[in-house]
């Protein structure tokens, strides 16, 4: 089992954790169409090497950022939405 860095509680197991979403890839306002909303849903990168994903501490409750690299599963770095 991989451990995943939270930045407030330190490792922890994968199992602890949710992805969210890519960085920058920003929720549609107001009340998208049902074409925005499925491109935003299913229109991802999923890039092969370093990526910067929104993840969830479910122990803690808290997203921060992670990156990793989505070829190797190496951990890159974590840190706060601050
Ligand atoms: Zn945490």
Redesign the pocket.
């Known amino acids: 089992m991989q451990r995943f860095p939270?930045?407030?509680?330190g490792p922890?197991a994968e199992t602890e954790f949710h992805f969210a979403v890519e960085a920058g890839h920003p929720r549609p306002d107001g009340a998208p169409s049902d074409a925005d909303w499925a491109a935003y849903l299913y229109d991802v990168d999923a890039p092969k090497g370093p990526a910067r994903e929104m993840w969830l501490?479910v122990?803690?409750g808290?997203y921060f950022l992670m990156t990793r690299d989505t070829q190797t599963r190496e951990i890159l770095g974590a840190e706060d939405l601050g």
């Open positions: 939270c930045p407030f509680c922890r501490h122990t803690c808290t």
